[in-house]
């Protein structure tokens, strides 16, 4: 009796129930692999990139973003679909299941608000392009210039995965996000403030900090790196005893770093070989 129902069943709506999951198992696999070749092709072409010391593209940044956000919805879009076939193949009226999905989307609303939260700050996130895989960005409280740095490695619609200098791996809910500094978007700038003392020759230091900006701007291992020469903005602040000059520099997305650590240090030797010293140095000068 139980194998004539089982055959009743097969013969009448539970093979095509059965066709039905195996195949969504399938599409969904096929739609995983599928991605997965294009994020390993965008990698690869990331790597060449950062092996040749070169800037990684926006748009493979954005690719490889968007390519995990389209293979996650159209896995979910695909069994939802399923799903509904399945129960209008097993005789399942859908108006019997208002009342019953109503209940359980009130309960999913208050058990999972937190949730709910970081797919919505995740899809704006996404469509508003703060930032992609491979940026650098900060994460603060609002109003803060202090929090987390470091390269984005991973974004879905739920958590973000943050590298940071020292290496560490850090979970991040996007609904936890309040401020997101993206310090790798379009272009990056240096600010290097040099104390002078307020008795010194400023015509010679400023002429000094030109020929410096344009020493640099011309040097073939740093001007790929620039977007235009570096230039002396002038007096920024005026203290006691001192007054700071102001060099500024553009540089490429994510290379502020290295162009403002060289800058600082070639600023440093050339002031001291035309005889500048910082105020405290200043002071204790052999000659006074």
Do not use: C
């Not at 060449?48 to 956000?69: D, F, W, Y």
């Not at 230039?231 to 290379?255: F, M």
């Amino acid at each position: 009796m139980h194998l004539d129902n089982l055959t009743r069943w097969l013969r009448g709506s539970g093979l095509p129930i059965l066709l039905l999951g195996i195949g969504t198992v399938l599409v969904s696999r096929f739609i995983h692999w599928v991605g997965s070749r294009y994020r390993d092709y965008v990698d690869s072409q990331v790597r060449e990139q950062i092996e040749s010391g070169g800037l990684i593209p926006e748009h493979s940044k954005r690719a490889r973003t968007v390519t995990q956000v389209v293979e996650w919805a159209t896995e979910a879009l695909l069994y939802f679909l399923a799903a509904l076939l399945i129960l209008n193949r097993a005789g399942i009226p859908f108006s019997g299941l208002v009342a019953p999905a109503t209940v359980a989307a009130a309960a999913i609303g208050f058990g999972a608000q937190q949730i709910v939260q970081d797919l919505l700050a995740g899809f704006f996130l996404f469509a508003e392009r703060q930032f992609s895989i491979g940026d650098l960005v900060r994460l603060a409280q609002p109003g803060q210039a202090v929090g987390i740095s470091g390269t984005v490695e991973d974004l879905t619609l739920r958590v973000t995965r943050l590298r940071t200098v020292q290496g560490e791996l850090v979970y991040i809910p996007n609904g936890a996000l309040r401020q997101v500094t993206n310090l790798s978007k379009e272009w990056s700038r240096v600010v290097v403030d040099i104390p002078i003392p307020a008795d010194e020759d400023l015509e010679k230091a400023v002429s000094v900090l030109r020929e410096v900006a344009t020493k640099m701007g011309n040097d073939d291992a740093w001007k790929d790196m620039l977007l235009g020469e570096p230039t002396v903005a002038g007096v920024e602040n005026i203290e006691v005893g001192y007054l700071q000059l102001r060099v500024i520099a553009r540089t490429l997305p994510g290379k502020q770093f290295d162009v403002g650590r060289e800058l600082r240090l070639r600023t440093a030797l050339a002031l001291q070989e035309a005889g500048v010293f910082p105020p405290a140095i200043n002071v204790r000068r052999p000659d006074t």
